[in-house]
């Protein structure tokens, strides 16, 4: 098998930040942007599965219902490492158009003081699997990342 593109990345030199993983391109000619939110240093640190599975909860939540991007939003959820997410948008964009959608979901995490969207048995198969405690002590920390974010944070390493 052929190795996939995020696999090429060096893990070694990524840091925290917002990346753009790739762009794809639909049979239609519209264009798919994946996006890296590289909120743990891989290989240092990782979340918490269930302050991931919050922060997916109210992240989707908080991004499907933005009235600028919700129509854009494909698909928001936790990488399989769990030091990150991947953000999907229709269209066209690079790292440095979404770092104040990012601002505003993480600090929507780190101050969320109701219940966690979707957390019920009904809309959720694992409905006891939370944590926002931890998921707002993540969001408070990638915060600081994304207030003092570089050109360093939003591009690949080389």
Not at 32 to 42: A, G, H, L, Q, S
Not at 91 to 102: A, N
Not at 112 to 124: F, R
Not at 133 to 151: C, F, Q, R
């Amino acid at each position: 098998m052929k190795k996939i593109p995020s696999f090429e990345v060096d893990h070694t030199k990524l840091h925290r930040g917002i990346y753009v993983s790739r762009y794809d391109i639909t049979p239609n000619g519209d264009t798919i942007t994946t996006f890296d939110i590289r909120v743990k240093e891989p290989n240092v640190d990782f979340m918490l599965p269930e302050a991931a599975h919050t922060i997916e909860h109210i992240g989707a939540t908080f991004l499907r219902s933005n009235d600028r991007w919700g129509d854009k939003i494909v698909y928001f959820g936790p990488m399989g490492c769990l030091t990150g997410f991947y953000l999907i948008l229709n269209g066209d964009y690079d790292s440095h158009q979404i770092v104040e959608l990012m601002q505003e979901l993480f600090t929507t995490v780190r101050d969320w003081n109701t219940d966690i969207p979707g957390a019920t048995e009904k809309e959720c198969g694992n409905a006891y699997y939370h944590s926002l405690e931890w998921a707002k002590h993540i969001a408070s920390e990638y915060l600081s990342v994304l207030n003092n974010i570089t050109a360093e944070n939003l591009s690949y390493p080389k």
